[in-house]
């Protein structure tokens, strides 16, 4: 029987969150912060999502708060009984001057596996968001699942960044070709909304040989990257993650 499952967060500018709300394998804890920040950890509380559920957290930043939502562990898409594919929703809202930090653990997409991940931001015109993704497509020495990501950002009403990303046997030929992936197996994306880039904008460029800086139509950028592993993936998103946000 498939999962239906929708987690809740919100927060305030004291620091309280007044909305902290668990369900099915999406619990939420209250964990200690290091910084300014208030800090929430998704804890896995049992396996998923697998073919069929349908999970979705909802995270609400109110104006003037500042938030942390990280992870236990790294997620797991995992085949099921049923033939449809599981859903993940990630549906996030930033109110004036407030800031949001969304650094969960790697997705790992396992071999027969089928998931369709949807997330959407939107920001105030005065609003940050630091927010990654990561996907590991097959564990160690197997193939990967199918996997189809998709995130759209708006940014006070105006479109910012809408993203579609597809890979595995369920997708159209070329995903693991040199103009996608080239072989490697570890993938991921670091956006950075900041108002700060309004009067200095980021500067176009790669890093390394593994990953590249591009700077959006708003005050934001978006740094792509391809690694070999999990490892080497993080290794290049907290690099840039130190650069571009250090606030």
């Given at each position: 029987?498939?999962?239906?499952?929708?987690?809740?967060?919100?927060?305030?500018?004291?620091?309280?969150?007044?909305?902290?709300?668990?369900?099915?394998?999406?619990?939420?804890?209250?964990?200690?912060?290091?910084?300014?920040?208030?800090?929430?950890?998704?804890?896995?509380?049992?396996?998923?999502?697998?073919?069929?559920?349908?999970?979705?957290?909802?995270?609400?930043?109110?104006?003037?708060?500042?938030?942390?939502?990280?992870?236990?562990?790294?997620?797991?898409?995992?085949?099921?009984?049923?033939?449809?594919?599981?859903?993940?929703?990630?549906?996030?809202?930033?109110?004036?001057?407030?800031?949001?930090?969304?650094?969960?653990?790697?997705?790992?997409?396992?071999?027969?596996?089928?998931?369709?991940?949807?997330?959407?931001?939107?920001?105030?015109?005065?609003?940050?968001?630091?927010?990654?993704?990561?996907?590991?497509?097959?564990?160690?020495?197997?193939?990967?699942?199918?996997?189809?990501?998709?995130?759209?950002?708006?940014?006070?009403?105006?479109?910012?960044?809408?993203?579609?990303?597809?890979?595995?046997?369920?997708?159209?030929?070329?995903?693991?070709?040199?103009?996608?992936?080239?072989?490697?197996?570890?993938?991921g994306q670091?956006?950075?909304?900041?108002?700060?880039?309004?009067?200095k904008p980021?500067?176009?460029?790669?890093?390394?040989?593994l990953a590249?800086?591009?700077?959006?139509?708003?005050?934001?950028?978006?740094?792509?990257?391809?690694?070999?592993?999990?490892?080497?993936?993080?290794?290049?998103?907290?690099?840039?993650?130190?650069?571009?946000?250090?606030?």
């Amino acid at each position: 029987m498939s999962l239906r499952a929708t987690a809740r967060i919100a927060a305030t500018a004291d620091g309280g969150l007044p909305l902290l709300v668990s369900d099915g394998p999406l619990a939420l804890r209250r964990t200690r912060a290091v910084g300014p920040r208030t800090r929430v950890t998704v804890v896995g509380a049992m396996s998923a999502p697998l073919g069929g559920d349908r999970l979705a957290i909802e995270t609400e930043v109110r104006d003037g708060a500042r938030l942390l939502v990280d992870s236990a562990a790294a997620t797991l898409a995992l085949p099921g009984r049923s033939a449809e594919p599981a859903a993940y929703d990630v549906r996030i809202v930033v109110g004036a001057g407030g800031e949001l930090r969304w650094l969960p653990e790697q997705l790992v997409s396992v071999q027969g596996s089928d998931l369709r991940m949807r997330t959407t931001a939107e920001l105030a015109a005065t609003a940050r968001l630091v927010l990654r993704e990561e996907q590991i497509l097959g564990r160690h020495g197997e193939p990967s699942g199918t996997l189809v990501t998709r995130l759209t950002v708006r940014r006070a009403g105006r479109p910012l960044l809408d993203q579609e990303l597809a890979f595995g046997p369920g997708v159209a030929g070329g995903w693991d070709g040199g103009a996608v992936l080239g072989g490697h197996r570890a993938t991921g994306q670091l956006l950075v909304v900041d108002p700060a880039f309004e009067e200095k904008p980021v500067e176009p460029r790669p890093v390394g040989e593994l990953a590249a800086i591009t700077p959006l139509a708003g005050p934001a950028a978006l740094v792509s990257a391809v690694a070999p592993d999990a490892r080497v993936l993080r290794r290049v998103l907290d690099a840039a993650l130190a650069e571009l946000a250090p606030f």
